[in-house]
């Protein structure tokens, strides 16, 4: 698990906004946990959640949908630029090739999910790869969750056999 942010407000934006993140995950799939978490960064627990989830409508990042269910406005999606990975030079690929623990399978979902998002393809079960430049953040993921010793990444050109 990574460091809780210092403000209740960026853990709601990063939950409504982040495609993958820590926040957004739990809000979708562990709402209890979510909140929990929230209330762990809140000293003041409710009041304090209360304010910051105010403040966020009054700052127009957020606002309430027809079935006042809070969405990000584009000045709150702004607060968080999402990652949009650019194409890499000629006909170089990103590989990336995971053999995770069958004990660690939330991961390997997890992981799988991500190179989804960031634009793999699946060659194999097991090995994936993508024409788009995104090695910081996928290095950046793969060790937020302890993955190094499973997946590695290369970049390489594909050979043309005649």
């Given at each position: 698990?990574?460091k809780l942010p210092d ?106 999910t991500l190179l989804k ?46």
């Amino acid at each position: 698990m990574s460091k809780l942010p210092d403000s209740a407000l960026v853990y709601i934006l990063k939950g409504l906004a982040v495609p993958l993140s820590e926040a957004n995950v739990k809000l979708s799939f562990k709402p209890g946990l979510f909140f929990n978490d929230l209330e762990k960064i809140s000293a003041k627990k409710r009041q304090s959640l209360k304010n910051s989830y105010y403040k966020a409508i009054k700052s127009k990042l957020i606002e309430l949908d027809d079935q006042g269910f809070p969405r990000l406005t584009s000045k709150g999606r702004k607060k968080f630029q999402l990652y949009e990975p650019k194409k890499l030079s000629n006909s170089a690929k990103l590989m990336v090739v995971f053999d995770i623990p069958e004990d660690e399978r939330h991961k390997r979902r997890h992981l799988r999910t991500l190179l989804k998002e960031l634009y793999f393809n699946k060659i194999q079960q097991s090995v994936w790869v993508s024409s788009y430049d995104c090695k910081d953040y996928l290095a950046a993921e793969i060790k937020n969750y302890n993955l190094q010793k499973y997946v590695f990444v290369y970049e390489a050109d594909q050979l043309k056999i005649v």
